[in-house]
């Protein structure tokens, strides 16, 4: 390639990076060095046939070879084609005379039959173009066909692709002579400054450049030449009186339950306990970590449907599953902002004076993900930054919403901002998932980027200052898995310090933060890994007690006294130096009222503040009727067995974690499957694509209930998993046992039938309490550690078949065999209301197998009761039915069902094995998996699914147990991500994958 060749290519990236795309295009036609296909199949998709002509025209033209006379002939045919379509006569007509007339000689017979197309009613009856469809997918097969007679065509040989090129790699030359230029001065050691680029360096040795009030001249749009590689040291874990300074927050002080797997955390500025955290699940939390006490909550809703793009409301119809990216105070600690994985920027105003929390702001910010957004405050003014999937920053007043600047330039999707002010110049940096580091100014010139620079390694990172705001750091992984954390001079671009001792593994990007003027942590290897930022060795390497996942997400509080940390199983530890230590002990005056009780919302909003409720999600989002649901397209399923032969499964259940199911056997058997965190699944999450371990300890021992020997007796087998998946309460129509999920030991047993035991659950306050529902009709308050009948509830008249707490409302809501509903209040274990499920006349006597199922809303104010006839959702306080879904229309009736874990669906399986997904706004069917897309053949006609069980954190998996002892997890095919209906043509439910 020739030297003139590649700085034409080098041009033409400064186009590019420059956002100069129609300067690039000229360069491409005026030149004929390089074809863009991306650019030539948009003109092509956009019907912008002159445009397409006159590019494809620069490189070829209608008589050159056979190719180009195929192409020019197919494009000129596909505008014809598209003029008949609109009738447009007079256009077809001269198209034919003056675009396709040179063809005809080639082909006089084709030509004749184009003509004849203008006398057709619709040219689609002719037989050649019965397929013809609509235009866009006709646009699509033509773009399929150029683009292989472009690739044949000798003149577009070396010319369709692009060769291979550093990024900035024109900036790059010029800076390396300027450096250069900058060494042969007679004192290369001063900081140069470059004023033209019109002739060469020459060192102005003028105090006036070391005081100059422009000191950041990281603006000079200078990139570095190299940047600095990072070696990796090997890390041996050390102990904390190991060379660890006294301040550095070192000690568990606490460890606390997360409602779903959090996603992102970040301590208030000014209340340096106050932790605000985003979740899995589009869920916004704020806790006070000297209390523990969750003092917001938030789930995500719509605030005002009129401002949201009718896109996005289509999507999230279609997918309501949504999670938070990033959640961020302002500087002042007055505003927090939230942004989720789809488009949608949230504002709250904290008024810590009156200590309580209110909507601010809505923002459709982005197309896609929002992945991060920051504050700054020119011109007195709160702004608030976002970036996102689109490749652009985006910057709003936080008051108003209105859009004040758009920033474009990044090559990728833009990964984090980074907002400072110096010197009274506020400016943020910008990094992509490519490694590109942009930064930007608030100015009306719309120059585009002050400067471009190059992550370590193009890593996708984060950038973040000391707490003086004099020092700048940044840590990241690349797509090789090479991670690094290093200091940059933030005045000329340049790396000062690369630190050491980071691994390389590419399963996760490594998180870090700051503390004060002396620490950097950053979350690598299962361990805390601490740095003092004059020292590029490792300082000491904590693993906190253990339990952390590879690469935990890690936030210092601004005082650098407690220390954030997430861990497995959905929970966040807090470490402390001696002084956060103290803090921790101090009551929380900073996060109560002069009452003493905790933050609360204001109060008109005070309900919306919590969770969108059942009844109000339908003001928000119209859901469309299903007279019948529809078919799945495709689902993967995953069977798992057992080493040894076992009865039906009666009962099931996924760990809260995600990362095991729990099947409890008619013969009293507990099967135990868990899947193992590694680079392909990094939390251990159930999942088909990886078959997971039958778990067992050591001992080869195993879970088995005492059983009821008595053959006349009804049994209902029934357990309950505490909520650090630690201990499992079980009975079988015996005495009820207290199992260690860790060991298999079987700590106590209690209860000794008759009553038997015939539904559980563990009050959520206290695991140490258990509501049994019994087959005498009473419900007992039993702790099972002390072995001790708290309180014994009588009211209902049936055997007991279900039981759910609302912690918020605090009440107990029992259901019996007879369809009879009670609440209990659980401060006084007093009855407050009781009602009856409404069964038709004639549909359905109550009988003693027939079982009523509570599940509470994850709003804590609506619960599902799931009977053998229908589905009903009830309002908790008034037990006012909302909202039913009878089976009447349908043969086969209920077996089991469950809540979606965002309570967007609900899951049901019906005797005859369909499976049936609801959507939980109006409980009207959606779709229907019939059993042959997710039994094996060799299952036999016997075998069906008893019991249903949803994953805690992905909200379109759910796991069945079956009539043979075997437990089959289903969810939708990779392709679609989520349940979608059956393409047309579809011959059969041969789409499975069985992974035995």
Same mark, same amino acid.
């Given at each position: 390639?020739?030297?003139?060749?590649?700085?034409?290519?080098?041009?033409?990236?400064?186009?590019?990076?420059?956002?100069?795309?129609?300067?690039?295009?000229?360069?491409?036609?005026?030149?004929?060095?390089?074809?863009?296909?991306?650019?030539?199949?948009?003109?092509?998709?956009?019907?912008?046939?002159?445009?397409?002509?006159?590019?494809?025209?620069?490189?070829?033209?209608?008589?050159?070879?056979?190719?180009?006379?195929?192409?020019?002939?197919?494009?000129?045919?596909?505008?014809?084609?598209?003029?008949?379509?609109?009738?447009?006569?007079?256009?077809?007509?001269?198209?034919?005379?003056?675009?396709?007339?040179?063809?005809?000689?080639?082909?006089?017979?084709?030509?004749?039959?184009?003509?004849?197309?203008?006398?057709?009613?619709?040219?689609?009856?002719?037989?050649?173009?019965?397929?013809?469809?609509?235009?866009?997918?006709?646009?699509?097969?033509?773009?399929?066909?150029?683009?292989?007679?472009?690739?044949?065509?000798?003149?577009?040989?070396?010319?369709?692709?692009?060769?291979?090129?550093?990024?900035?790699?024109?900036?790059?030359?010029?800076?390396?002579?300027?450096?250069?230029?900058?060494?042969?001065?007679?004192?290369?050691?001063?900081?140069?400054?470059?004023?033209?680029?019109?002739?060469?360096?020459?060192?102005?040795?003028?105090?006036?450049?070391?005081?100059?009030?422009?000191?950041?001249?990281?603006?000079?749009?200078?990139?570095?030449?190299?940047?600095?590689?990072?070696?990796?040291?090997?890390?041996?874990?050390?102990?904390?009186?190991?060379?660890?300074?006294?301040?550095?927050?070192?000690?568990?002080?606490?460890?606390?339950?997360?409602?779903?797997?959090?996603?992102?955390?970040?301590?208030?500025?000014?209340?340096?306990?106050?932790?605000?955290?985003?979740?899995?699940?589009?869920?916004?939390?704020?806790?006070?970590?000297?209390?523990?006490?969750?003092?917001?909550?938030?789930?995500?809703?719509?605030?005002?449907?009129?401002?949201?793009?009718?896109?996005?409301?289509?999507?999230?119809?279609?997918?309501?599953?949504?999670?938070?990216?990033?959640?961020?105070?302002?500087?002042?600690?007055?505003?927090?902002?939230?942004?989720?994985?789809?488009?949608?920027?949230?504002?709250?105003?904290?008024?810590?004076?009156?200590?309580?929390?209110?909507?601010?702001?809505?923002?459709?910010?982005?197309?896609?993900?929002?992945?991060?957004?920051?504050?700054?405050?020119?011109?007195?003014?709160?702004?608030?930054?976002?970036?996102?999937?689109?490749?652009?920053? +985006?910057?709003?007043?936080?008051?108003?919403?209105?859009? +004040?600047?758009?920033?474009?330039?990044?090559?990728?999707?833009?990964?984090?901002?980074?907002?400072?002010?110096?010197?009274?110049?506020?400016?943020?940096?910008?990094?992509?998932?490519?490694?590109?580091?942009?930064?930007?100014?608030?100015?009306?010139?719309?120059?585009?980027?002050?400067?471009?620079?190059?992550?370590?390694?193009?890593?996708?990172?984060?950038?973040?200052?000391?707490?003086?705001?004099?020092?700048?750091?940044?840590?990241?992984?690349?797509?090789?898995?090479?991670?690094?954390?290093?200091?940059?001079?933030?005045?000329?671009?340049?790396?000062?310090?690369?630190?050491?001792?980071?691994?390389?593994?590419?399963?996760?990007?490594?998180?870090?933060?700051?503390?004060?003027?002396?620490?950097?942590?950053?979350?690598?290897?299962?361990?805390?890994?601490?740095?003092?930022?004059?020292?590029?060795?490792?300082?000491?390497?904590?693993?906190?007690?253990?339990?952390?996942?590879?690469?935990?997400?890690?936030?210092?509080?601004?005082?650098?006294?407690?220390?954030?940390?997430?861990?497995?199983?959905?929970?966040?530890?807090?470490?402390?130096?001696?002084?956060?230590?103290?803090?921790?002990?101090?009551?929380?005056?900073?996060?109560?009222?002069?009452?003493?009780?905790?933050?609360?919302?204001? /109060?008109?909003?005070?309900?919306?503040?919590?969770?969108?409720?059942?009844?109000?999600?339908?003001?928000?989002?119209?859901?469309?009727?299903?007279?019948?649901?529809?078919?799945?397209?495709?689902?993967?399923?995953?069977?798992?067995?057992?080493?040894?032969?076992?009865?039906?499964?009666?009962?099931?259940?996924?760990?809260?974690?995600?990362?095991?199911?729990?099947?409890?056997?008619?013969?009293?058997?507990?099967?135990?499957?868990?899947?193992?965190?590694?680079?392909?699944?990094?939390?251990?999450?159930?999942?088909?694509?990886?078959?997971?371990?039958?778990?067992?300890?050591?001992?080869?021992?195993?879970?088995?209930?005492?059983?009821?020997?008595?053959?006349?007796?009804?049994?209902?087998?029934?357990?309950?998993?505490?909520?650090?998946?630690?201990?499992?309460?079980?009975?079988?129509? /015996?005495?009820?046992?207290?199992?260690?999920?860790?060991?298999?030991?079987?700590?106590?047993?209690?209860?000794?039938?008759?009553?038997?035991?015939?539904?559980?659950?563990?009050?959520?306050?206290?695991?140490?309490?258990?509501?049994?529902?019994?087959?005498?009709?009473?419900?007992?308050?039993?702790?099972?550690?002390?072995?001790?009948?708290?309180?014994?509830?009588?009211?209902?008249?049936?055997?007991?078949?279900?039981?759910?707490?609302?912690?918020?409302?605090?009440?107990?809501?029992?259901?019996?065999?007879?369809?009879?509903?009670?609440?209990?209040?659980?401060?006084?274990?007093?009855?407050?209301?009781?009602?009856?499920?409404?069964?038709?006349?004639?549909?359905?006597?109550?009988?003693?197998?027939?079982?009523?199922?509570?599940?509470?809303?994850?709003?804590?104010?609506?619960?599902?009761?799931?009977?053998?006839?229908?589905?009903?959702?009830?309002?908790?306080?008034?037990?006012?039915?909302?909202?039913?879904?009878?089976?009447?229309?349908?043969?086969?009736?209920?077996?089991?069902?469950?809540?979606?874990?965002?309570?967007?669906?609900?899951?049901?399986?019906?005797?005859?094995?369909?499976?049936?997904?609801?959507?939980?706004?109006?409980?009207?069917?959606?779709?229907?998996?019939?059993?042959?897309?997710?039994?094996?053949?060799?299952?036999?006609?016997?075998?069906?699914?008893?019991?249903?069980?949803?994953?805690? +954190?992905?909200?379109?998996?759910?796991?069945?147990?079956?009539?043979?002892?075997?437990?089959?997890?289903?969810?939708?095919?990779?392709?679609?991500?989520?349940?979608?209906?059956?393409?047309?043509?579809?011959?059969?439910? /041969?789409?499975?994958?069985?992974?035995?």
């Amino acid at each position: 390639m020739s030297l003139s060749r590649d700085l034409l290519f080098l041009i033409r990236q400064f186009c590019k990076d420059e956002n100069l795309h129609k300067t690039a295009h000229m360069l491409e036609k005026e030149t004929s060095f390089y074809f863009d296909m991306n650019y030539f199949e948009e003109l092509v998709l956009s019907g912008n046939w002159s445009e397409v002509e006159a590019y494809l025209s620069s490189f070829t033209t209608p008589d050159s070879n056979e190719y180009s006379i195929k192409m020019y002939f197919e494009i000129r045919k596909q505008k014809f084609l598209e003029a008949l379509d609109r009738q447009d006569l007079a256009l077809a007509l001269d198209i034919l005379l003056k675009d396709l007339k040179c063809f005809a000689s080639s082909n006089e017979h084709l030509y004749k039959e184009m003509a004849w197309l203008l006398t057709m009613e619709d040219f689609r009856k002719h037989h050649s173009l019965s397929t013809y469809g609509d235009i866009i997918s006709a646009r699509r097969r033509l773009m399929d066909e150029v683009k292989a007679l472009l690739e044949a065509n000798p003149h577009f040989r070396r010319k369709i692709k692009l060769p291979n090129m550093e990024t900035t790699r024109l900036r790059r030359l010029i800076n390396q002579s300027l450096n250069w230029q900058h060494s042969q001065c007679g004192r290369s050691e001063c900081v140069p400054q470059i004023n033209s680029l019109l002739f060469d360096h020459k060192l102005v040795t003028s105090e006036a450049i070391k005081d100059s009030t422009n000191a950041f001249r990281i603006f000079s749009r200078m990139p570095v030449d190299k940047v600095v590689s990072q070696t990796n040291v090997p890390v041996q874990s050390q102990n904390l009186d190991v060379n660890c300074p006294e301040d550095l927050p070192g000690k568990v002080e606490r460890c606390m339950d997360m409602s779903s797997l959090p996603t992102s955390m970040d301590f208030h500025p000014l209340k340096g306990t106050l932790l605000l955290v985003g979740n899995i699940n589009g869920e916004t939390e704020l806790w006070d970590v000297r209390s523990e006490v969750k003092f917001f909550w938030n789930a995500f809703m719509i605030w005002k449907r009129e401002t949201i793009s009718s896109s996005f409301l289509i999507d999230y119809n279609q997918n309501p599953q949504i999670s938070v990216n990033r959640v961020l105070w302002s500087p002042d600690g007055s505003i927090f902002g939230v942004a989720y994985s789809k488009q949608i920027v949230q504002l709250y105003c904290y008024h810590a004076t009156g200590n309580y929390i209110e909507k601010q702001l809505e923002i459709d910010a982005h197309l896609g993900g929002v992945h991060d957004l920051a504050f700054s405050s020119p011109y007195d003014q709160i702004l608030v930054i976002t970036c996102g999937e689109d490749k652009l920053i +985006q910057v709003w007043d936080s008051m108003t919403g209105s859009k +004040q600047y758009t920033c474009e330039g990044h090559g990728s999707p833009v990964y984090s901002l980074c907002a400072h002010l110096k010197e009274d110049i506020h400016f943020v940096f910008s990094t992509s998932t490519n490694g590109e580091i942009k930064a930007w100014m608030f100015d009306n010139d719309n120059t585009g980027p002050r400067v471009a620079l190059d992550a370590p390694g193009h890593s996708c990172m984060r950038m973040a200052y000391s707490a003086d705001g004099k020092r700048l750091f940044s840590c990241g992984t690349n797509e090789d898995g090479d991670s690094y954390l290093v200091e940059w001079d933030d005045t000329e671009g340049s790396i000062t310090q690369s630190y050491h001792g980071l691994s390389k593994s590419s399963a996760a990007i490594v998180q870090f933060s700051t503390s004060r003027n002396r620490f950097l942590v950053a979350g690598d290897e299962h361990l805390l890994k601490f740095w003092e930022m004059d020292n590029v060795k490792i300082l000491v390497s904590l693993d906190a007690d253990g339990g952390l996942p590879a690469k935990p997400y890690v936030c210092f509080n601004k005082e650098g006294t407690l220390l954030a940390v997430f861990a497995d199983d959905s929970k966040i530890k807090i470490l402390a130096n001696d002084i956060g230590t103290q803090l921790l002990q101090t009551l929380p005056s900073g996060s109560v009222d002069s009452t003493g009780r905790p933050c609360r919302s204001s /109060g008109k909003d005070d309900q919306n503040m919590k969770c969108l409720g059942i009844s109000e999600l339908n003001n928000h989002l119209s859901t469309k009727e299903y007279a019948k649901p529809t078919q799945v397209s495709r689902c993967k399923s995953l069977r798992l067995t057992a080493e040894f032969k076992t009865n039906r499964i009666c009962r099931l259940l996924y760990t809260n974690a995600g990362n095991g199911i729990l099947a409890l056997a008619a013969d009293g058997i507990h099967l135990f499957w868990k899947w193992p965190g590694n680079g392909y699944n990094d939390y251990g999450q159930a999942t088909t694509n990886r078959p997971p371990c039958l778990w067992h300890p050591k001992t080869g021992s195993i879970m088995v209930n005492d059983l009821n020997n008595d053959p006349y007796q009804i049994v209902s087998p029934c357990f309950a998993l505490s909520k650090n998946d630690s201990y499992l309460v079980s009975a079988s129509g /015996g005495m009820v046992s207290l199992f260690n999920i860790v060991n298999f030991e079987k700590v106590r047993r209690c209860l000794l039938p008759p009553p038997t035991a015939t539904c559980m659950a563990f009050y959520p306050p206290d695991n140490n309490l258990v509501a049994i529902g019994m087959d005498d009709s009473t419900v007992l308050i039993y702790n099972v550690r002390d072995s001790e009948l708290m309180t014994r509830l009588s009211g209902h008249l049936k055997r007991i078949s279900g039981l759910a707490f609302s912690n918020s409302l605090k009440v107990l809501v029992s259901a019996a065999v007879d369809s009879q509903i009670i609440v209990w209040d659980t401060i006084t274990w007093e009855k407050k209301k009781s009602i009856s499920m409404q069964i038709s006349v004639g549909w359905w006597l109550p009988s003693e197998t027939s079982e009523t199922v509570i599940q509470f809303h994850k709003d804590q104010l609506h619960f599902l009761a799931i009977h053998e006839t229908q589905l009903a959702m009830y309002e908790s306080r008034s037990l006012e039915r909302i909202r039913q879904w009878n089976t009447r229309d349908f043969c086969a009736r209920i077996s089991s069902g469950t809540f979606s874990c965002d309570n967007q669906l609900v899951f049901v399986v019906m005797r005859d094995g369909i499976v049936m997904i609801l959507s939980a706004l109006d409980l009207s069917p959606r779709f229907r998996i019939d059993p042959s897309a997710y039994l094996p053949p060799s299952s036999g006609h016997h075998v069906y699914p008893v019991v249903i069980a949803a994953h805690p +954190q992905k909200s379109n998996q759910f796991a069945l147990g079956l009539s043979n002892g075997d437990v089959i997890v289903v969810e939708p095919h990779e392709s679609e991500g989520k349940w979608t209906i059956l393409p047309p043509f579809h011959n059969g439910p /041969g789409n499975r994958i069985i992974i035995d």
